[in-house]
């Protein structure tokens, strides 16, 4: 195991300090001529749920594919558990679930997490674990083109479980699921992140923002607020998060 | 590299197209279809079938399997697969050789029975031995399968992918000494015929077709698409991107 840098950062109420899972310093993304990413420094603590928001195109997803290591960076430097992000130790350690489920729809449901749990090395009992996590159990032998667009993410959020892996990296989990479906989700990356986890789930549903322990606010590609939720709205003395956001954005703009 | 894991994407594709009865179908029929149609186009000239069978069995099956394995492994990039594929500890010689394997199998079908009907139902007659033109149909397939899974790369819709045979085989098929002998050709084109492996199938099918020997030409033909074959998949390895922009 490589040696974990001993930062640590603050929890709400200060009640715990918490394990710095993944460090980002400086990173620069540029897609087809544009700087996505300008240049981008932020702490994600394991054993929390950190909420990614944004609205769209804010560059939400391309900081989580640079985390997960399938995105093509310019500059800067990322490291997840103590390794570069994207290496080979980390394959088995970063589980990653993409907007668009990225499961083989022509498949059951437990053909595909025999599949990957066989690439992943997990065993048999990480699928049946896996399907009960996402409560499939019922849909495990129906083809995934069979499923409705909710189970679709569901399959794919399974996949990344398989391997119980030590950073989960959620792309919008939760768009078109039900609101008990939501609600028994986010209690599932609560338990994870219980387990010392570190959960990243971005949204662009501000309302998601109270069931996250900490949260990180993107604008244009920049970070522009780190903290819990209360904190959040202590500081901008906003009702909700949504009004939090646009006074933070008002008043970067008028600097 | 892990057989585990190479096994695995085997399986996986197979029970894909096992599934997938229409494709599976169009697969093992058309090659049959196509040679069928031939032999009653010279009803009355079984020299003029006996001596173009040869080269259309080494063609047949590997115009079809560059068609379906290019566009396939399209579809799995296109999905989100790959990419979810290349962010797990799979390595890209893991996928390509697990494909390779899948359609590999399918391509054995595929040739047994269209060479089982040409020689058995359709009285196609050849100096050489009839297991030596079921091998070499196999690899003629198997390398239709591997420069599909290769080409797949360059395309990045299933519009190219399909443009791609016209692009990459028709050229193959007009310079392969089917219509013109290669050393009949202008030097040019005969150098150009040289450097394409289906040149090399349908010699290795024309020599079993005249001579009832195994030949070190036939072998070294033979050995030439093992080449390619193992070429295309290390290429088609070489192309996948675990980071992209």
């Given at each position: 195991?490589?040696?974990?840098?001993?930062?640590?950062?603050?929890?709400?109420?200060?009640?715990?300090?918490?394990?710095?899972?993944?460090?980002?310093?400086?990173?620069?993304?540029?897609?087809?001529?544009?700087?996505?990413?300008?240049?981008?420094?932020?702490?994600?603590?394991?054993?929390?749920?950190?909420?990614?928001?944004?609205?769209?195109?804010?560059?939400?997803?391309?900081?989580?594919?640079?985390?997960?290591?399938?995105?093509?960076?310019?500059?800067?430097?990322?490291?997840?558990?103590?390794?570069?992000?994207?290496?080979?130790?980390?394959?088995?350690?970063?589980?990653?679930?993409?907007?668009?489920?990225?499961?083989?729809?022509?498949?059951?449901?437990?053909?595909?997490?025999?599949?990957?749990?066989?690439?992943?090395?997990?065993?048999?009992?990480?699928?049946?674990?896996?399907?009960?996590?996402?409560?499939?159990?019922?849909?495990?032998?129906?083809?995934?083109?069979?499923?409705?667009?909710?189970?679709?993410?569901?399959?794919?959020?399974?996949?990344?479980?398989?391997?119980?892996?030590?950073?989960?990296?959620?792309?919008?989990?939760?768009?078109?699921?039900?609101?008990?479906?939501?609600?028994q989700l986010w209690g599932t990356f609560a338990e994870l992140a219980a387990n010392g986890k570190a959960i990243v789930v971005s949204s662009h549903v501000m309302d998601e923002a109270s069931r996250c322990d900490w949260l990180l606010l993107m604008r244009n590609g920049e970070i522009i607020a780190d903290g819990s939720?209360?904190?959040?709205?202590?500081?901008?003395?906003?009702?909700?998060?949504?009004?939090?956001?646009?006074?933070?954005?008002?008043?970067?703009?008028?600097? | 590299?892990?057989?585990?894991?190479?096994?695995?994407?085997?399986?996986?594709?197979?029970?894909?197209?096992?599934?997938?009865?229409?494709?599976?179908?169009?697969?093992?029929?058309?090659?049959?279809?196509?040679?069928?149609?031939?032999?009653?186009?010279?009803?009355?000239?079984?020299?003029?079938?006996?001596?173009?069978?040869?080269?259309?069995?080494?063609?047949?099956?590997?115009?079809?399997?560059?068609?379906?394995?290019?566009?396939?492994?399209?579809?799995?990039?296109?999905?989100?697969?790959?990419?979810?594929?290349?962010?797990?500890?799979?390595?890209?010689?893991?996928?390509?050789?697990?494909?390779?394997?899948?359609?590999?199998?399918?391509?054995?079908?595929?040739?047994?029975?269209?060479?089982?009907?040409?020689?058995?139902?359709?009285?196609?007659?050849?100096?050489?031995?009839?297991?030596?033109?079921?091998?070499?149909?196999?690899?003629?397939?198997?390398?239709?399968?591997?420069?599909?899974?290769?080409?797949?790369?360059?395309?990045?819709?299933?519009?190219?992918?399909?443009?791609?045979?016209?692009?990459?085989?028709?050229?193959?098929?007009?310079?392969?000494?089917?219509?013109?002998?290669?050393?009949?050709?202008?030097?040019?084109?005969?150098?150009?015929?040289?450097?394409?492996?289906?040149?090399?199938?349908?010699?290795?099918?024309?020599?079993?077709?005249?001579?009832?020997?195994?030949?070190?030409?036939?072998?070294?033909?033979?050995?030439?698409?093992?080449?390619?074959?193992?070429?295309?998949?290390?290429?088609?390895?070489?192309?996948?991107?675990?980071?992209?922009?």
């Amino acid at each position: 195991m490589p040696a974990e840098p001993p930062s640590r950062v603050a929890t709400r109420a200060g009640r715990r300090s918490q394990q710095v899972a993944i460090s980002i310093e400086g990173l620069r993304v540029v897609r087809s001529g544009r700087p996505v990413i300008p240049g981008l420094t932020a702490r994600i603590a394991a054993g929390r749920v950190t909420g990614l928001l944004g609205p769209s195109g804010c560059g939400k997803t391309t900081l989580m594919r640079s985390i997960v290591g399938v995105q093509k960076i310019a500059a800067g430097s990322l490291t997840v558990l103590g390794e570069a992000a994207g290496s080979p130790p980390l394959r088995r350690r970063v589980g990653y679930v993409t907007q668009s489920p990225s499961v083989y729809s022509d498949l059951t449901v437990r053909e595909n997490l025999r599949f990957f749990a066989a690439v992943l090395g997990a065993d048999v009992a990480a699928v049946d674990d896996a399907v009960h996590t996402v409560d499939l159990a019922d849909f495990a032998d129906q083809r995934v083109d069979k499923l409705s667009g909710g189970q679709r993410s569901r399959v794919s959020l399974a996949v990344a479980l398989l391997g119980d892996p030590a950073v989960l990296v959620l792309d919008e989990p939760t768009v078109g699921l039900d609101p008990v479906l939501r609600r028994q989700l986010w209690g599932t990356f609560a338990e994870l992140a219980a387990n010392g986890k570190a959960i990243v789930v971005s949204s662009h549903v501000m309302d998601e923002a109270s069931r996250c322990d900490w949260l990180l606010l993107m604008r244009n590609g920049e970070i522009i607020a780190d903290g819990s939720p209360e904190d959040l709205l202590t500081s901008t003395g906003a009702a909700d998060i949504e009004s939090a956001f646009l006074a933070l954005v008002e008043s970067t703009d008028a600097a | 590299m892990s057989a585990v894991i190479t096994l695995a994407v085997t399986r996986r594709v197979l029970t894909q197209l096992l599934r997938d009865h229409r494709t599976l179908a169009l697969m093992l029929v058309v090659p049959c279809v196509l040679l069928t149609l031939l032999w009653w186009m010279f009803d009355r000239n079984s020299a003029t079938f006996d001596s173009l069978g040869p080269p259309l069995l080494a063609m047949f099956p590997f115009i079809v399997m560059f068609l379906v394995t290019s566009v396939t492994t399209l579809r799995e990039r296109s999905s989100g697969t790959l990419e979810r594929l290349l962010s797990m500890p799979m390595a890209k010689l893991d996928l390509v050789a697990g494909y390779a394997i899948a359609f590999a199998a399918v391509a054995l079908a595929q040739a047994l029975l269209a060479v089982g009907l040409a020689v058995g139902l359709l009285g196609l007659e050849v100096a050489g031995p009839v297991e030596m033109l079921a091998v070499v149909a196999v690899l003629d397939a198997v390398l239709g399968t591997t420069l599909g899974l290769f080409v797949s790369a360059f395309a990045q819709t299933e519009f190219q992918a399909v443009q791609f045979m016209p692009a990459f085989v028709i050229p193959q098929i007009l310079l392969c000494g089917l219509f013109v002998p290669r050393e009949a050709m202008p030097d040019a084109l005969e150098a150009l015929s040289n450097l394409l492996p289906l040149s090399y199938a349908v010699d290795a099918m024309q020599r079993l077709q005249q001579s009832s020997d195994l030949s070190s030409a036939l072998w070294g033909d033979v050995a030439v698409i093992c080449c390619f074959i193992a070429a295309a998949v290390v290429l088609g390895a070489a192309t996948l991107r675990r980071r992209t922009s």
